[in-house]
């Protein structure tokens, strides 16, 4: 087994047992990077002299008996929605390009006080608008299972770094799918925490009262692990939610006998592939064999979450994104004659096609005489959409589902097809509406060697019951073991 075939918690056990130095995982990221991240374009920077820095540093205080936390010395990556100090940070988007913050957002601060190596920035859907990686100003990524497919998105560089084995881990964010979408489509596991769990600060913003940032990773455990680093408090973000976080890892071998699981009809659609159907279809059966209880529920107002999360998503994106003007950081038009000629180009240069889309209908939504019939009513249909999930938890320990209708598709299959592009978050994006805990399992594989997702929807801060759901099943399988083929 090579060096980075090992799950993030098989190389920390070698880290505490001085068998590996962290300094030899880092290298030999990098190696493994320079080896394939040609075919994949996972990163759009990597920063080796701060991974060495920081991998020496984890050496030093493993040798002394002082790590700073169980993942000290594990080297990771991040989306590249981070603002990372002294590492330039772009969105994926040419308005940012060479923009270089001046401090790290809260969850970068806390890997670094962890002792994680970060290798770099990995690609995104510019701004975190899209579902493949390709609306990224800087090209798409490729899935590692198959290179001329989509990794999903918008976290599709941190998806196919973890699956690539580029880095062991990563950080993603999840709007309306954006970590959980990709981790099944490169058969990872993705979690999206509930909203306020993990900070927002310093994370570039899309839309405010659905992003998330979260683990992507190649085991429930790693997931957990990660998890554990980043899910605390901030004063600096005032949606942060000040309830601690509990051990992710204390009760993740509970199993699932006596628990009830919830299956949504309106999950299982027309339209969805056989093969994800089929496969889900039988993982619920296997928790029925592991002793669980399936019940039947309805969240009627599903059918109405694409629309609602299509007009509250550009909305917020058309007000954060209103700060991109030239004046302050990144791109300006320097030819431009006055002050709203500089706006106007700026913009229109800096932005790419699917950015100015989601901004413009934001815009029209938010304008005087649509309001009230436009991001009014989405806002009412939310609350409807959110209540449909108080109510199944009435009756369930937790929600099972398929986390994408297809498996991975071919890169610029969907380019002319937006609504297309838009359906590949149907099962994820009710979850942001809503503000609950979702994550994404590996749970089998299509004929030609796709990877195929369960998602695990759970109640308000209750991931660790989630994360246990997810182990009960991956102690069954080995799909989580299977590495991609690149």
Known sequence: MALTDLSMLELAAKL???????????????????????????????????????AEASDARRKAGNPASPLDGVPIGLKDIFLTEGVETTCASRILQGFIPPYDATVVSLLKQAGLPIMGKLNMDEFAMGSSTESSAYGPTHNPWALDRTPGGSSGGSAAAVAAREVFGALGTDTGGSIRQPAALTNLVGLKPTYGRVSRYGVIAFASSLDQVGPMARTVADTAALLQLIARHDPLDSTSAPVEAPDYREDLEGGVRGLKLGVPREYFIDGMDPEVEATVREALRDYERMGATLVEVSLPHTKYALATYYLLA?????????????????LRAKDAKGLREMYGQTRERGFGAEVKRRIMLGTYALSAGYYDAYYLRA???RTLIRQDFSRAFEQVDAILSPTSPVPAFKLGEKADDLLAMYLMDVFTLPCNLAGIPGLSLPCGFTKSNLPIGLQILGKPFDEARMLRIARAFEREHDFTRRLAPV
């Open 314 to 330: 550009p909305a917020e994106a058309s007000s954060n994104l209103a700060r991109y003007d030239g004046v302050r950081y990144g």
């Open 379 to 381: 806002q009412k249909v």
């Open 16 to 54: 505490a047992a001085g068998a590996l130095s962290s300094v030899e995982a880092t290298r030999a990221c990098l190696a493994r990077a320079a080896q394939v991240d040609g075919k994949v374009k996972a990163f759009l920077r990597l920063d080796e002299k701060g991974a060495l820095a920081a």
